[in-house]
């Protein structure tokens, strides 16, 4: 059983919640952890969580986290996954998420 590190570059520490971006809508949402890696989400720490911070224009939708919570089922989350996977098929949104790939590159669009 492996623990899923903080995607952070040069972060120890455990995932705690799931960050996921929905390009389409500029929203970013950081909820529990997702049970599954999915296109365009990040695990992060607590901390990290706690920090983000989103382009301008976006929107940072923040789900309750259980820490507690060990193996985590989250229908909402899927969902989510699933229009995040709507998004990527439009071509300018797939070739844009390409290009900015982690964390620390994500910028507004104009
Ligand atoms: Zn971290």
Do not use: F, K
């Not at 929203?27 to 999915?38: C, D, K, N, R, T």
């Not at 309750?64 to 998004?87: C, F, G, K, N």
């Amino acid at each position: 059983m492996s623990v899923r590190r903080c995607t952070r570059a040069g972060c120890p520490r455990a995932a705690t919640a799931t960050l996921t971006y929905v390009y389409a809508d500029q929203m970013a949402v950081i909820g529990p952890l997702a049970s599954s890696a999915e296109p365009h989400s990040y695990d992060l720490c607590g901390e990290h969580a706690t920090r983000l911070s989103v382009p301008q224009g976006w929107n940072v939708i923040r789900r309750e986290i259980d820490p507690a919570a060990a193996a985590p089922s989250h229908d909402d989350l899927l969902a989510l996954a699933d229009a995040v996977r709507e998004a990527g098929r439009d071509p300018r949104t797939a070739a844009d998420a390409e290009t900015t790939g982690g964390l620390r590159v994500v910028r507004p669009r104009d």
